[in-house]
C-alpha cells in the first residue's frame, strides 16, 4: 500500500518551471523596486495545488502569499515556515485567530467583530497581531466604511499588540473599462483614507489595492504591493486586459506562458459498428463505423459534462472529438482517424502535444466557464508534478 502514493492518478497536472519563470519575470519588470509582489494561491493556487505551486515559487525568488482562508493558510505556512510573509485577504475566524497571531500570519480585518477577537487575543498572548484594515470603497463586499475609520483607528491605538501592518481595498471588476468609472471613484476613496491615516503618528501601513487586472490597467496605484493571482499563472483576467496590453505596448505575441498541462491516458479502445449509440442514452449516434478511446476522466475529475459531444483532446499529435456524454469517470473520443493508437496513449486535455496546443481559454469556450473557474475546479487530489 505505501507505493500508491506515488501511482499517478487517472489523470495528472504537470506544472512548468520555465514558463512560472517567466511569468514571474514578466510580473517583476513591470514593478519598482519598491513594490512588493505578493503570489495569491488562493483555491489551491488557482488549481496548481499549493504543496506543488508554492515550493516551487518560493524557490524562485517569491518571498509574499496571499490566501483566502485560515486553512488554506495552514498548508502555505507549513510549505514557508519563516521563510516568507503570508496574509489571509478573506476568512479567518474567532478560533483561526490564536493560530495566526503565533505564527505571525497577517490577515485583513474588515469588521469590528475581528478586530475585537484579534486585541482580546493579542493582548492575552502578550504578542502582536499583523492585521491588515481591509476599506470599503465600493466593491460593496468587505471593508470597513470610511466614516468607521476613526474609531477604528482609536480603538488600535489603545492596543499595543495590534499592528497596523497594512491598509487595503480591492477593486470590483478592473478587467473591464465598463467598469472603469466605479474603479476610478474606488481608488479616489482609497486616496482619501491614505489622506487620514497621514495624521495618525502611530500608524505607519503599507497600501494596497492591486490585483491582476487593476496591476494592467492602474498601474499608477500599484502603492506598496500588488496581490497577483492569474497573471503568474500565465493567464490575462480577460480578453479585453489582453488586447489592450499588447495594443499599449506595441507587441504582437503574448508575454505570458501557461504553467499549468493537465493530461490522461487512453484505457481502452474499441470499434463501435455503424448505426449505434455510444455510451449513456442516444446522444451520439455511429452515422459510420467508429473508433472510440476510452479516457478514465470524467466530470468527477474536473471535466465538466457541458463538454459532452463538444470537448476536443489531443492523441497522437492530433485533436479528437469527444463523443457522447461525458460520465462521471471516463468519455469517450472518436478517433477513426488515427491509425495507430494504443492503451496508455497520452491524452492531453489542456496543453501541447506535437504543434498542437488546447488552451485553457479554448476549453474554458466550450464550457462556458471562466479561465479561473475551470482551474479552480480541478480536483487537489490530481498527481501534480514539476516539469523542466
Ligand atoms: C483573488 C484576489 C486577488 C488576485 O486576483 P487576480 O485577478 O487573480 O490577480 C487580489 N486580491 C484579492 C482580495 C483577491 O481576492
Known sequence: MKRLATIKTTSYIEISKSALKNNLNFINSNLSKKTVFSSVVKGNAYGHGIETFVPLALEL????FSCFSAEEAFRVHSIIGENGTLLIMGSIFDDQIEWAILNKIEFFVFNYNTLNTAILISDKLKRNAFIHLEIETGMNRTGFDFNELENVFNLVQNHKYVTV?????HLAGAESISNYKRIKVQLKTFKSVKGLIKTKNEINPIYHSLCSAGFLSYPKHKADLV???????GFFPSNENYIQYITKNKINSNPLIRVI???????DIKNVKIGEFIGYGTSYFTNIDTKIAIVPIGYSNGFA???????????????HDVVGVVNMNMLAVNISELENANIGDEVVLIGNQGNLEISVSSF????NLLNYELLTRLPSNITRTIID
Open 364 to 367: 474554458s469556450d466550450f464550457s
Open 165 to 169: 501592518k497594512g491598509i487595503c481595498t
Open 61 to 64: 525568488g517569491v518571498n509574499h
Open 261 to 267: 498541462s493537465w493530461k490522461s491516458r487512453i484505457m
Open 227 to 233: 496581490r497577483i493571482g492569474i497573471l503568474q499563472y
Open 305 to 319: 459534462r457541458k463538454l459532452s459531444n463538444s470537448g476536443k483532446v489531443l492523441i497522437n499529435g492530433s485533436r
